[in-house]
Antibody
Framework: EVQLLESGGGLVQPGGSLRLSCVVS????????MTWVRQAPGKGLECVSG????????YYADSVKGRFTISRDNSKNTLFLQMNSLRAEDTAIYYC??????????????WGQGTLVTVSS | IVLTQSPATLSLSPGERATLSCRAS??????LAWYQQKPGQAPRLLIY???NRATGIPARFSGSGSGTDFTLTISSLEPEDFAVYYC?????????FGGGTKVEFK
């Protein structure tokens, strides 16, 4: 069974940092592209950052470029999102999602349950 | 690429047919997916590349369209189908989602 399990969310002050993790099981992690998608409370979906299966191609939304860094550890079946200089508008549920495709861009056949990030003083 | 979904809300009864629209601001070829999201849950992939049902999706869900105009049809609504539906394009980066259509009980 395919499983994706996010962790690392929580309450953080503006300007602070968090590191999200997504541990996967049930499939060969190294052969899938992975993406972080977020959803602000009561709002729609936004692609935040993506990483190809090989790790040599990345995407960042303009809103997070220079502040967030996506990475993966294939030996630990884990995807990461390092989030620095957090802002109130980063408050959202963060989902990790997998895709067998990268070009021209992915869609997502499996999602985690999400982890809530709240940026507030 | 901006995706505009209509209507914002669709009020229907079980057994009725639901027709949801997604219009792209420029051609996405056939690179369009549909997702279903229920409260407190992650999205679930229904349709990919305009008309292909994802694994395990019932046949009452179908997708059509190409270029800029796409449709998700639920042929006969089941109680578990009342949810929010999103379209998503993968024609190019940044991949984008529509604003969603809520299918609610009439």
């Amino acid at each position: 069974e395919v499983q994706l399990l996010e962790s690392g969310g929580g309450l953080v002050q503006p300007g602070g940092s968090l590191r999200l993790s997504c541990v996967v099981s049930g499939f060969t992690f190294s052969t899938y592209a992975m993406t972080w998608v977020r959803q602000a409370p009561g709002k729609g979906l936004e692609c935040v950052s993506g990483l190809s299966s090989s790790g040599d191609s990345t995407y960042y939304a303009d809103s997070v470029k220079g502040r967030f860094t996506i990475s993966r550890d294939n030996s630990k079946n884990t995807l990461f999102l390092q989030m620095n200089s957090l802002r109130a508008e980063d408050t959202a549920i963060y989902y990790c999602a997998r895709s067998s495709l990268w070009n021209p861009a992915p869609n997502f056949d499996n999602w985690g349950q999400g982890t809530l990030v709240t940026v507030s003083s | 690429i901006v995706l505009t979904q209509s209507p914002a809300t669709l009020s229907l009864s079980p057994g009725e047919r639901a027709t949801l629209s997604c219009r792209a601001s420029q051609s996405v070829s056939g690179y369009l997916a549909w997702y279903q999201q229920k409260p407190g849950q992650a999205p679930r992939l229904l349709i990919y590349d305009a008309s292909n049902r994802a694994t395990g999706i019932p046949a009452r869900f179908s997708g059509s369209g190409s270029g800029t105009d796409f449709t998700l049809t639920i042929s006969s609504l089941e109680p578990e189908d009342f949810a929010v539906y999103y379209c998503q394009q993968r024609r190019n980066w940044p991949l984008t989602f529509g604003g969603g259509t809520k299918v609610e009980f009439k």
